[in-house]
């Protein structure tokens, strides 16, 4: 099981970038996707999260209306699409999937806090920068 995250990189304050999150060993429509973040000195945060089979996305207050979450199930890669990108939105980025037992859906908890995602399994991270 394993999820590898990837497309972070430097950009200017107003530019766009889509992370993947690419999934080997399970098959991510089955499952909840959550996106998080950890700026230097920080918590590590929730962005974004995908409940199973689409059937609802969700995003912390900040990232509304600026950022889009969305599954390719042939290609077994959640994404996110990064718009209006701000100076704030510099962190690493970590895809995160609880399998056992599965967390399917992102409503009816605090799926923006780390409590519900103590035993995910977790991507690597992706560094994204925005210059002001």
């Known amino acids: 099981v394993q999820l590898q995250a990837s497309g972070g990189g430097l950009v200017q304050t107003g530019g766009s970038l889509r992370l993947s999150c690419a999934a080997s060993?399970?098959?991510?429509?089955?499952?909840?996707i959550g996106w998080f973040r950890q700026a230097p000195g920080k918590e590590r945060e929730g962005v974004s999260c995908?409940?199973?089979?689409?059937?609802?996305?969700r995003y912390v207050e900040s990232v509304k209306d600026r950022f889009t979450i969305s599954r390719d199930n042939a290609k077994n890669t959640v994404y996110l699409q990064m718009n209006s990108l701000k100076p704030e939105d510099t962190a690493v980025y970590y895809c995160a999937a609880v399998l056992s037992p599965p967390l399917r859906r992102c409503y009816g908890y605090e799926w923006d806090t780390l409590g519900a995602w103590s035993s995910a399994s977790w991507g690597q991270g992706t560094q994204v920068t925005v210059s002001s």
């Open positions: 060993g399970f098959t991510l429509d089955d499952v909840a």
């Open positions: 995908i409940s199973r089979s689409d059937i609802g996305t």
